[in-house]
């Protein structure tokens, strides 16, 4: 019989849910920013550039959430637009207020992060982060 509360979908669901509320309330609260936003700002810093498409692929958001970051990001001059090296394609890059604001609110993730696992160990972070690609992997196969 299945328990909803110990089905694993479920279970991840919910889970994810807490953790990006939690967050969510720090970024909204202290920068304004949507956890879509956070996202795009982060993994483009990570890269230098995206376009639309690679910002899909690297959060795993839907093309209509991507874009609504990108164009909340460039109106409020966090990013900016540019044609790639094919003229055909628009890329996405941080401006300097951009950056500075990935440089404020990096920090702060990663204390955020810090307070969440504080209660496991060294070893069990890692065991957990393993385990969490393992499943990933298995569900895109």
């Known amino acids: 019989m299945l328990k909803l509360a110990d089905f694993l979908p479920y279970r991840l669901s919910i889970t994810s849910n807490a953790v990006s509320d939690r967050v969510a309330a720090v970024y909204q609260a202290r920068f304004g920013l949507k956890v879509p936003?956070?996202?795009?700002?982060?993994?483009?810093?990570?890269?230098?550039?995206?376009?639309?498409?690679?910002?899909?692929?690297?959060?795993?958001?839907d093309k209509m959430t991507v874009s609504r970051a990108?164009?909340?990001?460039?109106?409020?001059s966090l990013?900016?637009?540019?044609r790639a090296g094919d003229r055909r394609t628009l890329e996405?890059?941080?401006t300097s207020q951009g950056a500075a604001l990935?440089?404020?609110?990096?920090?702060?993730?990663?204390?955020?992060?810090?307070?969440?696992?504080?209660?496991?160990t060294t070893a069990e972070r890692e065991q957990l982060m393993a385990l969490l690609k393992r499943l990933e992997t298995c569900a895109k196969t």
Do not use: N
């Open 37 to 61: 936003e956070w996202r795009v700002l982060a993994v483009i810093s990570e890269r230098g550039r995206a376009t639309q498409a690679a910002l899909v692929d690297a959060t795993q958001m």
């Open 70 to 76: 990108a164009t909340a990001l460039v109106g409020r």
């Open 79 to 82: 990013l900016a637009r540019t």
């Open 92 to 94: 996405l890059s941080l």
């Open 102 to 120: 990935h440089a404020e609110i990096a920090p702060l993730a990663i204390a955020i992060e810090t307070e969440l696992l504080a209660s496991f």
